[in-house]
């Protein structure tokens, strides 16, 4: 079996939540998808469980932070250019996030980052596949 990640977010609205994602073209696998959480798939593998609160706290034993107030964590996920990093950043600000800091220019990366309905930092990335050195 392959390796899967699946990566637990909690949300206040799950179904404001969906339709945020939803308008930047993520897509959602029913099988795991009911009231109390969203599969929200970002590629072969790759998930994004979002979770209402009740529902993350089955899985945790410590408080529950707020991610509009504190920064735990920040979600990287590559695209294959420039312009598709602006435009995912751009339909989640016209969905409703907002955009924490302002892009960045390293010359061989360029990212931009958008905070979601619940104040999750999301970075987009493009990379320069010439920069990269195979390991």
Do not use: C
Request: avoid cysteine; glycine fraction near 6%.
């Amino acid at each position: 079996m392959a390796t899967n990640i699946f990566v637990n977010l909690p949300v206040r609205d799950l179904d404001a939540t969906k339709a945020f994602f939803g308008a930047l073209g993520f897509r959602f696998n029913p099988q795991f998808t009911d009231e109390t959480a969203a599969a929200m798939v970002v590629d072969e593998g790759i998930y994004f469980m979002l979770l209402t609160h009740a529902k993350f706290k089955d899985f945790i034993s410590l408080p529950l932070s707020d991610a509009k107030k504190e920064t735990q964590a920040l979600y990287a996920i590559s695209r294959e250019s420039r312009a598709e990093v602006d435009t995912v950043v751009d339909a989640a600000l016209g969905a409703g996030g907002t955009e924490p800091r302002p892009a960045q220019e390293l010359g061989f990366m360029y990212s931009r980052a958008f905070a979601d309905l619940d104040g999750h930092i999301w970075e987009f990335v493009w990379m320069d596949p010439s920069f990269i050195q195979p390991q």
